[in-house]
């Protein structure tokens, strides 16, 4: 392993998990072998917490497509520990509602060692954990907010967050890859699909992923699935994947709950989306070429996810996003922040434009 990818280990327990000498780290690991994470994602991470001075124990939570749960063994290991890091989905899949208290939660996004030596797993954390406020703060004050795309998206709304209270996960997540979830209950308009239907990652079903070979878009009214405007073949397969994950989990089929971008530029899939959905819909989103609604599930994530791609996104009529690119001249506060930040400064003005998708 790099010294880079040791760096971007050490950005997660540092300065993420506040990881002291002397603390109880879990790591809760999935094995390479389910296709997800890659094996020496756990070597960077047990090398930077040993040379970091804590007491390091991991397990094997394995992967569990449908109804994770909280198992006796993994609950045993979380009271005996400080803080848990989980390479694995199942942090993103549980809620953490029956965890024991006073622990700290991170799930990873960086899968392997390359990417924890890239850009997205070295740039200083704490700057995007700023950057999502001032971006939170920028939406939660506008009167208007739309969402456009060359493919043709055009939804408009108010966005209705309520920053008081947490609307984000409980557990946090490295890198910072997003803002808060905006509601879509003030929303409507038309959402160009990009050429396919995926899960979000909160629950795994088969088929994960719908293509189309044709444009199809999505129509929301007031955070509602409206229906799909295309060619009616296309209209039928999507109706119907909906049914099927809507009655599999016995859930709201037309809500959309909520959407949010991309805001790291150092996110980078470089391999094709087709090698796997499941990989991509877990770590593409952070970067600030796609943006996603959370759709079939009146909850975040949903289990349906609609893709933006290069959205231009306004507020009041100012692009804060323009053609996937986050204009931070465009954000108050942010200038500021970058001219502090100068690494971070480089990143923002030759960001990864590889997401899989050509």
């Not at 160009?192 to 129509?219: K, N, Q």
């Not at 609609?306 to 692009?319: E, F, H």
């Not at 323009?322 to 942010?334: I, Q, S």
Request: hydrophobic content about 45%; glycine content about 10%; charged content about 20%.
């Amino acid at each position: 392993m790099t010294t880079d990818a040791i760096a971007g280990a050490r950005n997660l327990l540092v300065d993420c998990a506040q990881v002291k000498p002397g603390d109880r780290l879990l790591i809760a690991f999935e094995p390479p072998s389910f296709g997800y994470y890659e094996a020496d994602a756990l070597e960077c991470l047990v090398a930077a917490a040993r040379e970091l001075g804590t007491q390091v124990s991991t397990l094997d939570v394995g992967f569990v497509p449908e109804a994770p749960e909280l198992t006796d063994e993994l609950l045993d290991a979380v009271r005996a520990a400080d803080v848990v890091v989980f390479l694995a989905r199942l942090g993103d899949q549980l809620r953490f509602s029956d965890m024991p208290p006073g622990k700290t939660f991170v799930v990873s996004f960086a899968l392997g060692g390359g990417m924890f030596a890239s850009p997205f797993g070295r740039a200083d954390y704490g700057f995007f954990v700023k950057l999502k406020k001032l971006i939170d703060a920028r939406l939660a004050a506008s009167d208007s907010v739309r969402i456009t795309c060359a493919r043709g998206t055009d939804v408009v709304g108010r966005p209705d967050i309520d920053l008081a209270v947490d609307g984000d996960t409980t557990v946090r997540r490295f890198p910072m890859p997003v803002f808060t979830p905006v509601p879509a209950h003030s929303f409507s308009g038309r959402v160009a699909l990009p050429g396919f239907l995926t899960g979000t990652g909160s629950m795994y079903y088969d088929p994960f992923t719908l293509e189309f070979p044709e444009p199809l878009f999505a129509i929301l009214e007031n955070g509602r699935l409206a229906g799909f405007d295309g060619p009616a073949a296309e209209v039928r397969r999507a109706n119907a994947h909906y049914d099927f994950v809507a009655e599999r989990f016995g859930i709201d089929r037309d809500c959309v709950h909520s959407w949010h971008a991309g805001i790291h530029p150092g996110c980078a899939f470089p391999w094709p989306i087709r090698d796997s959905y499941e990989r991509w819909s877990g770590a593409a989103f952070g970067n600030p070429r796609v943006l996603h609604f959370h759709t079939c599930g009146a909850y975040p994530p949903g289990e349906i996810c609609w893709n933006v791609i290069d959205p231009t996104l306004s507020a009041d009529g100012t692009a804060l996003w323009e053609d996937g690119v986050l204009r931070l001249d465009r954000v108050p506060g942010a200038p500021d922040l970058l001219a502090s930040h100068p690494e971070i400064a480089a990143l923002f003005a030759n960001p990864s434009r590889a997401i899989g998708i050509d």
